[in-house]
């Protein structure tokens, strides 16, 4: 089995950063894609940022220029750095990675979801 444990949520007012982080544990073999997603009241849960195995990153229209998304493969971790948050940014932030285990099946992992608040 593999579990994802996120941490860094938290509430900040607009203009703040924060640091979200997600680390993976368990029967891993490789990871692939680690990415970053949101869902807010009412609304439908969307991508924010992800980044392959090799150079690929993709970052929502939304927040490029204001989030990094990095990882970690020496620790199975991925980062969301959020920069210039604004209250629009306001959800329940979720990583998901994709997960080749040591039996050979390859599956998505989420998070547990980190709430993240943005006053205004």
């Known amino acids: 089995q593999v579990q994802l444990v996120e941490s860094g949520g938290g509430l900040v007012q607009a203009g703040g950063s924060l640091r979200l982080s997600c680390a993976a544990s368990g029967s891993i073999f490789s990871i692939n894609t680690m990415g970053w997603y949101r869902q807010a009241p009412g609304k439908q849960r969307e991508l924010v940022a992800r980044v392959g195995s090799g150079v690929g990153i993709y970052y929502a229209d939304s927040v490029k220029g204001r989030f990094t998304i990095s990882r970690d493969n020496a620790k199975n971790a991925v980062y969301l750095q959020m920069n210039s948050l604004k209250p629009e940014d306001t959800a329940v932030y979720y990583c998901?990675?994709?997960?080749?285990?040591?039996?050979?099946?390859?599956?998505?992992?989420w998070g547990q979801g980190t709430q993240v608040t943005v006053s205004s």
């Open positions: 998901k990675m994709v997960v080749r285990t040591w039996l050979g099946d390859e599956n998505d992992y």
